[in-house]
Structure formats: C-alpha cells, structure tokens
C-alpha cells in the first residue's frame, strides 16, 4: 500500500506560481498512472492532469499551457507546477495513483491553492 502525501499549496494572488509535490511512501516506478485532481467547493471533482509510466501526460482543457505535470520514480514524487494561476483554479488538489490502469486506487489527503483576484 503506498501512501501519497501533497505539499505546496497555499494563497497567491492571480498571474502567480505554485508548484505541487506528491510525495509517496514507496516506489511510484511501477504504479501506471499518476495523477492530481481538484475539487472546488460546490463543485464536481475533475481531472487536472496525469501521468503514465511512459512519461505520456494528459491535462484538463481549463490547464493546459499553463500546468505541467512531472514524475520522479527515482525519488517517488509527482509535481504539478501550476503557472498563470486564476482564482477558478482555486480547489483543493489531490494526488491519486491508478496502478494497474483500471481506476484510482490510492489517493492523498489533499492540499487546498486558493488563487485571490
């Protein structure tokens, strides 16, 4: 069982930076998809972006240019670095694993970025 951990969230202001870290208490080399989902309050989680063991990266149409996602199997970490934020990306962010490719089976505890216009 691995366990993810998510640091680097906090308040900044629009137009800014933040880059989350996801750290797992094992080895994330052989988990198939890492990824980092987000939850806004009074709304649906959704999908922000992922990674395969391949290095392939999927991202939410709202991110893309603007988030990249990256993996370290070497130091089992997952970052997102979230650049040109807006106060819609505020939300609570959570790392997830999906080890065999048939849906998320192991999730963080979250960390919350608040974007202020």
């Known amino acids: 069982q691995v366990q993810l951990v998510e640091s680097g969230g906090g308040l900044v202001q629009s137009g800014e930076s933040l880059r989350l870290t996801c750290a797992a208490s094992?080895?994330?080399?052989?988990?198939?998809?890492m990824g980092w989902y987000r939850q806004a309050p009074g709304r649906r989680r959704e999908l922000v972006a992922d990674i395969s063991s391949g290095g392939g990266t999927n991202y939410a149409d709202s991110v893309k240019g603007r988030f990249t996602i990256a993996r370290d199997n070497a130091k089992n970490t997952v970052h997102l670095q979230m650049n040109s934020l807006k106060p819609e990306d505020t939300a609570v962010y959570t790392c997830?694993?999906?080890?065999?490719?048939?849906?998320?089976?192991?999730w963080g505890k979250g960390t919350r970025v608040t974007v202020s216009s």
């Open positions: 997830v694993g999906d080890s065999e490719g048939y849906g998320v089976d192991y």
């Open positions: 094992g080895s994330i080399s052989g988990i198939y998809r």
